[in-house]
């Protein structure tokens, strides 16, 4: 159980256009939603937090208008990136926690993006 | 600010050894404690969460939690080279709605 899918693996796209990224929970309902991004060799970097129906938290520095995130259902969340330059290539990674009250958080498999 | 604080390592142990990762806190009121393991290039795996006191054990897991003295450590007895791993240490503070992670340490388990 505990399983969250991310979609797509990985992307590569021309600077300037934007991409989306989806992420959802398959067997559990998440009320709250997580979106991290990892530079090489460094740490997970939180970029916001989305509850269900509701906007979602930013955490400071993070464009809320550049990387936009929608969580339009208990299984469902995506970010994304909007004019898209090379400095947003990176890991990005969504987790999720199930609604039932635990805090524990499922990760996805990540998605690599590559602006050139 | 909240924070969760790892030694960033490496860790060396050889194959069949126990690994101790250790891992401190700074907010007294936290409750819930998680340890995840990353491999290079792949996104985080849960792989224990303590709440109480004391030890919890989960096959060749086993994770410590002394809230007195703020301190949750992941033991992993008879280390495999698969174990070779960044694992990351987090914790959900008190009043907070997400998790805080450490940087994590590097463990490398050589044959």
């Known amino acids: 159980g505990a399983v969250v899918s991310q979609h797509p693996s990985w992307v590569i796209c021309k600077s300037g256009t934007s991409v989306k990224i989806e992420c959802r929970s398959l067997?559990?309902?998440?009320?709250?939603m997580f979106w991290y991004r990892q530079f090489p060799k460094q740490s997970l970097m939180l970029m916001a937090t989305s509850n269900e129906g509701s906007k979602a938290t930013y955490e400071q520095g993070v464009e809320k208008d550049k990387f936009l995130i929608n969580h339009a259902s208990l299984t469902l969340s995506t970010l994304t990136v909007t004019s898209a330059h090379p400095e947003d290539s990176s890991f990005y990674i969504c987790?999720?926690?199930?609604?039932?009250?635990?805090?524990?958080?499922?990760f996805g498999p990540g998605t690599r993006l590559t602006v050139t | 600010q909240k924070e969760v604080e790892q030694n960033s390592g490496p860790l060396s142990v050889p194959e069949g050894a126990i690994a101790s990762l250790n891992c401190t806190y700074s907010?007294?009121?936290?409750?819930?404690f998680f340890w995840y393991r990353q491999y290079s290039g792949k996104s985080p795996e849960l792989i224990m969460s303590i709440y109480s006191n004391g030890d919890k054990e989960d096959g060749r897991f086993t994770a410590q939690l002394n809230k007195a003295s703020q301190y949750v450590s992941l033991l992993i007895r008879d280390s495999q080279p698969s174990d070779s791993a960044t694992y990351l240490c987090a914790v959900f503070p008190s009043g907070y709605n997400k998790l805080i992670f450490g940087a994590g340490t590097r463990l490398a388990v050589h044959p």
């Open positions: 987790s999720a926690r199930d609604r039932t009250g635990a805090y524990e958080q499922y």
């Open positions: 067997d559990f309902q998440a009320t709250t």
């Open positions: 907010d007294r009121g936290s409750q819930s």
